[in-house]
């Protein structure tokens, strides 16, 4: 879905087709809404006890660890793409028309809601394990940094955006090893740059 709404959304900007914007602007506005749990998908992580196998509603979890295609890891992956698919559309006429197609109040809005439920989620994740630095500078919180920059750009919450990049640099000041590579591959410290 995101692939398919960012190439339309992209469509969109190119050539100004407005079949093109509300289409991509329905699917994002759709995802959250249709999607159970979203954006918590998947099998609790590995320190998850066997009790705890079935999926809570989103604001149960402490502990963020899942993903949509994977389950094991945060969901920032997706929801960078997500993020940055919603930037291109942000403040451009197909939300009013998409309001006037479907009948909804304000779909930006509950687009953007939706996007800063995840952050939420992410801030949540952060401060309940604040003192470890293990799960705080974790082996992908390179995208989850930048999905945190993208929403905080897109909904115009610049909080999101400074706080990533304080992220960023304590995963420099403590994960990284003298040699300037992720000590767990250089994989991971590619996922930082990307």
Same mark, same amino acid.
């Given at each position: 879905?995101?692939?398919?709404?960012?190439?339309?959304?992209?469509?969109?900007?190119?050539?100004?087709?407005?079949?093109?914007?509300?289409? !991509?602007? @329905?699917? &994002?506005?759709?995802?959250?809404?249709?999607?159970?749990?979203?954006?918590?998908?998947?099998?609790?992580?590995?320190?998850?006890?066997?009790? @705890?196998?079935?999926?809570?509603?989103?604001?149960?979890?402490?502990?963020?660890?899942?993903?949509?295609?994977?389950?094991? !890891?945060?969901? @920032?992956?997706?929801?960078?793409?997500?993020?940055?698919?919603?930037?291109? &559309?942000?403040?451009?006429?197909?939300?009013? !028309?998409?309001?006037?197609?479907?009948?909804?109040?304000?779909?930006?809005?509950?687009?953007?809601?939706?996007? &800063?439920?995840?952050?939420?989620?992410?801030?949540?994740?952060?401060?309940?394990?604040?003192?470890?630095?293990?799960?705080?500078?974790?082996?992908?919180?390179?995208?989850?940094?930048?999905?945190?920059?993208?929403?905080?750009?897109?909904?115009?919450?610049?909080?999101?955006?400074?706080?990533? &990049?304080?992220?960023? %640099? /304590? %995963?420099?000041?403590?994960?990284?090893?003298?040699? /300037?590579?992720?000590? @767990?591959?250089?994989?991971?410290?590619?996922?930082?740059?990307?």
């Amino acid at each position: 879905l995101n692939r398919a709404g960012m190439q339309m959304a992209m469509l969109y900007r190119k050539t100004g087709d407005m079949g093109y914007g509300i289409g !991509a602007a @329905e699917i &994002l506005w759709a995802m959250p809404r249709n999607m159970p749990d979203w954006p918590v998908h998947g099998q609790p992580s590995w320190n998850s006890p066997k009790s @705890e196998k079935h999926l809570q509603p989103p604001d149960f979890y402490s502990w963020f660890s899942f993903v949509l295609g994977i389950d094991w !890891a945060t969901t @920032e992956g997706n929801i960078m793409w997500t993020a940055r698919y919603f930037d291109l &559309l942000r403040d451009t006429p197909v939300w009013n !028309a998409l309001a006037k197609t479907m009948h909804l109040k304000d779909p930006r809005k509950t687009t953007a809601d939706a996007l &800063l439920h995840i952050a939420r989620m992410y801030l949540k994740r952060n401060a309940y394990y604040r003192s470890s630095e293990f799960v705080t500078f974790h082996n992908l919180s390179g995208t989850e940094n930048r999905s945190l920059i993208h929403i905080g750009r897109s909904v115009g919450c610049p909080e999101l955006v400074h706080f990533a &990049l304080r992220k960023i %640099t /304590g %995963t420099f000041q403590h994960a990284f090893m003298a040699d /300037g590579v992720f000590p @767990e591959s250089q994989t991971y410290t590619i996922d930082q740059f990307i």
